[in-house]
Every structure is written in C-alpha cells, then in structure tokens.
C-alpha cells in the first residue's frame, strides 16, 4: 500500500461568503470549517494521512491562534499558499514524496463522509488519477454573449468533487507546467498531462461552502446527523 497524503489547500478569500473572515474559518457546528475537514483526515481513518495545509497569511494567525486557545495539537505542516490554487498544491507538492497516494481537497467541503475517503484513496491504488463526480440532475442551458440560449444534453456531463486522489509522481509530473486559466482544480491539470482520469461517484451531500446558503444547509446536514 503506498503511503498516503492529503493536501488542503485553504488560501481562499470567500469573497461570495460575504463574511468578515475568510469562510475556512467561520464555524460550522461551533467549530471552524478548516477544523472539521482536518478531523476527517486525522481521525477515525483506518490508516494514516499525512496533512499538508497551504495557508494566506490572513486564515494562518487566524488559525494558529485558534489551534493554540484549543490546545490542539495535530501533526500536519502548514505551508504559505501561493498566489493561486494551482501555485498553492505545487508548493504542497514538495513535500510529498514520488511513490505515494496524494488527496487534494477543498478545504470549505466539511461534510465528505470518511468512508468514501477510504473508497477514494482505495480506488487511487489501481488509477493514478481518481475523480469523484455526480451526474446533472437539473435543466442546463448554453447562454451566448448576446443572452440567447440553447439546450444542453445534461446526460453528457458531470459534476466535479474532491478530494480527487493521484499518484505522487503523476501529480507532481502534471505540476510542472506553466499556470493557465484553465485549471479549475488537479483533475484538469493531470489531465493537460495526458493522464487519463478514473470518474467514480461522488456524493450529493459533499457540498463545497462557497455562498451564505451552503452554510445553512451545511447547519442542516450537521443537525440532522445526515453524513455522521
């Protein structure tokens, strides 16, 4: 079994959050967002992931001091986020070494059960690059510049989640590259790479917490014990 990690990269801003701290850190059940993801990765796994975390200066005070009133002590490295995410996951990635199992996970997705954690990195020994995804289950359109639209066949796409699992040496290999645009997330880099990706479902209540409504739906799931 390849030794496993997981890089978190929480150098967001949360500008659509509309908070006065950055959404890796408002908390979700009393507790920070950042926090919870962490525990999904630091307990109750039954193997051991090494944590490396990417911060902006603003989330890391925050966090330390948190981490400090807390009394929390945790084995991970935090690392300074770059000026993008794509800059951020390739700082990360040098600390990772060739021949293991990497995760890359949003760090405002909380609520990923640790069972498909498990699946995931499980799936990540037999493909090098593992992509959760869910189907489009709503109407879609195509909207020009000029504000005409046109249907989308939704039977064609896919959702995108994470943590998107690699192998050490792929990712790393795929992060040489120059930044584009284009990169929304490490599946598209690898892939710019000619990797091919592994899709393998994803789950509905693995939601990203960009907007004030994630966060109380993220209250709800919590409340209801949904993903627990």
Not at 151 to 178: C, I, W
Request: aromatic share 8%.
């Amino acid at each position: 079994m390849r030794e496993r990690y997981v890089i978190i990269p929480a150098g967001g801003s949360g500008r659509r959050m509309g908070a006065d701290i950055p959404k890796q850190m408002l908390r979700l059940g009393g507790v920070p967002v950042l926090r919870r993801t962490l525990d999904l990765f630091t307990t109750g796994l039954p193997f051991e992931v090494h944590v490396i975390i990417p911060v902006n200066p603003s989330i890391k005070s925050m966090w330390v001091e948190y981490c400090r009133s807390e009394g929390l002590m945790l084995r991970y490295i935090l690392v300074p986020g770059g000026m993008t995410r794509f800059h951020s996951v390739r700082k990360a990635l040098g600390y990772v070494p060739d021949g293991a199992l990497v995760a890359v996970h949003d760090a405002v997705r909380p609520l990923v059960r640790r069972e498909d954690i498990v699946r995931l990195y499980d799936e990540g020994e037999k493909w090098p690059a593992v992509v959760p995804v869910l189907p489009v289950t709503d109407s879609m359109r195509l909207v020009a510049p000029d504000g005409s639209s046109s249907m989308v066949a939704r039977d064609g796409y896919r959702l995108v989640q994470t943590p998107q699992v690699f192998h050490s040496e792929v990712l790393k290999n795929a992060y040489r590259t120059a930044f584009s645009p284009e990169f929304t997330d490490d599946a598209s880099v690898v892939e710019k790479a000619g990797v091919p990706l592994h899709l393998c479902p994803g789950n509905r209540f693995n939601i990203k917490l960009t907007t004030p409504e994630d966060m109380a739906l993220a209250e709800t799931l919590l409340r209801a014990k949904t993903i627990l």
